[in-house]
Structures are given as structure tokens and as C-alpha cells.
């Protein structure tokens, strides 16, 4: 059912593109919303069978194209729906997404989104998950004709390079059955849509020694909390280093916080890690610890 879903968003986003725009009031787009809300409601609410969800995903996705087929939909906030998905505008005003999960009756997660351009006519790319079948190679691969790193987003870090904008998106992804994982993907605008993944890093692949990293990706144990997100104080994208509880490195789901925090900085058109972003002392007993934040030592590549 989910791959009969994202099927049809993917030809439902091709169609709008040839339609025009018609007029409509700012009553009709709060009444669509209405519906919207409903709908995402449903995707969490425990009363509803999980094998029903994808029929009401499906529902969601038909309902969301008409409202963003109306004219000016873009300037339109959906205030409402942002409390039931994730609705993130580009810091350059150029796109916003639209971007949920939803589980099925196997608990499998699937990620959904779509990319709204800012455009006086419908521009819309819906995206489809492929996380899953990419797993061991998630750090080296370009994605872009609508599929996908699946992931629900919370920050958008634009950057110009050589004349093109590279969008860093911070997200998570929930879909492992005994992992968890926090995904830095760049994206940028081709002529045919979006393109995911950009050697932007200063970090060599393990596959490919010679080629940088497209995508920074952790992975740790399910019960554990990691942290990566941007922060503005340091001007870096910081988040927790990992280690294995069990001293064993090939399996990620015995990977943890360790308690010490790397980062990146933006320097000279790549993300450069910087280790030991916040350095940790061993402290006597009875003192706490005061952590101060400097530059860390910048691993070169």
C-alpha cells in the first residue's frame, strides 16, 4: 500500500505542474486546512487500525495538492496543520516543505514530503522514501527524480557556492528497527528538481577514499537520545559523538553518546569537522563541570 501511495503522489505532483491556477478566497484555503488537520490527525491517533493509515496518507496527499493548487497558496502560513506535521520555509524564502511520516500495519515507518517552490504557478516535487535500500550506502549516494533520504526535518542551512545554493537539512529518521538516525543531507535545485546529496564535507568516503562524503549521517541505539542541530552561538552544526556500549563499532545499535560533542563549521565552501567541539575535563569528586566551547581541533581532509 505505501509503495501504491507514493506512486500516486509522484504522478499527482507531474499533473499539477500542466494546470492552471484557478481563484479562490482565503475561506476556501481555511476550510481545506480544516480537512488537512483532520486527516494528520488520524496518522497518530491510536484509535485508528494502523493498516488504515496508508489509505488516509493517501487521502492527505489528494486533499494537501488541491489546497496548494490554489491561487497564492504560498503566502499561506497553514498555521493550523504545522502543529500535526513538519512545515519549514527556506531562510531565502525560495521553497517550503510539507513533511510527515506515517507507519503501517508492520510498523514500518515511511516518510513523506513535499516541496513547495515559491513560483506564481504551482511548482510542487513530492519526494519518495528509499532510505531503507540504501542503508549501506547512504553516505555516497546522489538521489534526486523524487527519491529520497526519508527524514523529518527541523533546519534549513542555505549556502552559496561557485553560484548555486546548497540547502543543509537537518532531520531524523525513525524508520530502523533497533536504530535511530540523524541525517545531514544537502540539496540543490537542478532544471529537472531537487538533487539530494553534495560533496560538501570535509570528510572522505570509507567506499570511495578518493571522493568526498554526499551525506553526514549517525546512527544509534533506539532507546538513546543524540543531539544535531544547528547552533548559532558557536556558528556550527553540533551533535553528540558516538560510541559502542559494547566496544563493538559494527553494530550501530549498541552505539550511544559518549558525553563529548563535535561539530561543523562552514569554511571556505565545505563543512569542516571540528572534533572535541566542547572539551570535557575529568573532574574530582564534589566539582562540576563548567564547560566552555571553543574552536576544537578542525580535522583536515
Given at each position: 500500500?505505501?509503495?501504491?501511495?507514493?506512486?500516486?503522489?509522484?504522478?499527482?505532483?507531474?499533473?499539477?505542474?500542466?494546470?492552471?491556477?484557478?481563484?479562490?478566497?482565503?475561506?476556501?484555503?481555511?476550510?481545506?486546512?480544516?480537512?488537512?488537520?483532520?486527516?494528520?490527525?488520524?496518522?497518530?491517533?491510536?484509535?485508528?487500525?494502523?493498516?488504515?493509515?496508508?489509505?488516509?496518507?493517501?487521502?492527505?496527499?489528494?486533499?494537501?495538492?488541491?489546497?496548494?493548487?490554489?491561487?497564492?497558496?504560498?503566502?499561506?502560513?497553514?498555521?493550523?496543520?504545522?502543529?500535526?506535521?513538519?512545515?519549514?520555509?527556506?531562510?531565502?524564502?525560495?521553497?517550503?516543505?510539507?513533511?510527515?511520516?506515517?507507519?503501517?500495519?508492520?510498523?514500518?515507518?515511511?516518510?513523506?514530503?513535499?516541496?513547495?517552490?515559491?513560483?506564481?504557478?504551482?511548482?510542487?516535487?513530492?519526494?519518495?522514501?528509499?532510505?531503507?535500500?540504501?542503508?549501506?550506502?547512504?553516505?555516497?549516494?546522489?538521489?534526486?527524480?523524487?527519491?529520497?533520504?526519508?527524514?523529518?526535518?527541523?533546519?534549513?542551512?542555505?549556502?552559496?557556492?561557485?553560484?548555486?545554493?546548497?540547502?543543509?537539512?537537518?532531520?531524523?529518521?525513525?524508520?530502523?528497527?533497533?536504530?535511530?538516525?540523524?541525517?545531514?543531507?544537502?540539496?540543490?535545485?537542478?532544471?529537472?528538481?531537487?538533487?539530494?546529496?553534495?560533496?560538501?564535507?570535509?570528510?572522505?568516503?570509507?567506499?570511495?577514499?578518493?571522493?568526498?562524503?554526499?551525506?553526514?549521517?549517525?546512527?544509534?541505539?533506539?532507546?538513546?537520545?543524540?543531539?544535531?542541530?544547528?547552533?548559532?552561538?558557536?556558528?556550527?552544526?553540533?551533535?553528540?559523538?558516538?560510541?559502542?556500549?559494547?566496544?563493538?563499532?559494527?553494530?550501530?545499535?549498541?552505539y550511544v553518546p559518549s558525553g563529548q560533542y563535535?561539530?561543523?563549521?562552514?569554511?571556505?565552501?565545505?563543512?569542516?569537522?571540528?572534533?572535541?567541539?566542547?572539551?570535557?575535563?575529568?573532574?574530582?569528586?564534589?566539582?562540576?563541570?563548567?564547560?566552555?566551547?571553543?574552536?576544537?581541533?578542525?580535522?583536515?581532509?
Open positions: 500500500m505505501f509503495k501504491k501511495v507514493t506512486l500516486l503522489f509522484i504522478i499527482s505532483c507531474i499533473i499539477i505542474n500542466h494546470q492552471a491556477v484557478g481563484q479562490t478566497t482565503l475561506q476556501q484555503l481555511r476550510t481545506m486546512e480544516d480537512s488537512l488537520v483532520v486527516l494528520a490527525d488520524s496518522f497518530y491517533n491510536p484509535n485508528i487500525l494502523p493498516d488504515e493509515r496508508p489509505f488516509t496518507n493517501e487521502r492527505f496527499i489528494k486533499h494537501l495538492i488541491r489546497a496548494l493548487k490554489v491561487a497564492d497558496s504560498y503566502n499561506y502560513p497553514f498555521d493550523s496543520l504545522a502543529t500535526r506535521i513538519n512545515i519549514l520555509s527556506s531562510p531565502d524564502n525560495t521553497f517550503r516543505m510539507f513533511n510527515w511520516s506515517v507507519s503501517s500495519e508492520e510498523m514500518n515507518m515511511r516518510y513523506y514530503c513535499a516541496i513547495q517552490l515559491k513560483d506564481e504557478q504551482l511548482k510542487l516535487y513530492g519526494l519518495v522514501d528509499i532510505s531503507g535500500d540504501i542503508a549501506k550506502t547512504s553516505e555516497d549516494t546522489v538521489l534526486s527524480n523524487g527519491k529520497w533520504y526519508g527524514a523529518l526535518y527541523y533546519k534549513i542551512i542555505p549556502h552559496d557556492v561557485d553560484g548555486k545554493t546548497y540547502y543543509t537539512l537537518i532531520g531524523k529518521n525513525s524508520a530502523g528497527v533497533l536504530t535511530n538516525r540523524k541525517v545531514l543531507d544537502p540539496m540543490y535545485f537542478a532544471d529537472n528538481g531537487p538533487v539530494f546529496g553534495a560533496p560538501i564535507f570535509n570528510i572522505r568516503s570509507q567506499a570511495r577514499p578518493t571522493e568526498r562524503i554526499n551525506r553526514y549521517v549517525i546512527e544509534y541505539k533506539k532507546q538513546s537520545q543524540a543531539s544535531m542541530n544547528w547552533d548559532p552561538e558557536l556558528n556550527v552544526i553540533c551533535f553528540d559523538r558516538l560510541v559502542s556500549e559494547t566496544n563493538d563499532p559494527a553494530r550501530k545499535y549498541t563535535d561539530g561543523f563549521r562552514w569554511i571556505d565552501g565545505y563543512w569542516t569537522l571540528i572534533q572535541d567541539l566542547i572539551p570535557v575535563d575529568v573532574l574530582g569528586d564534589g566539582k562540576a563541570p563548567v564547560p566552555q566551547p571553543n574552536g576544537g581541533r578542525i580535522q583536515q581532509k
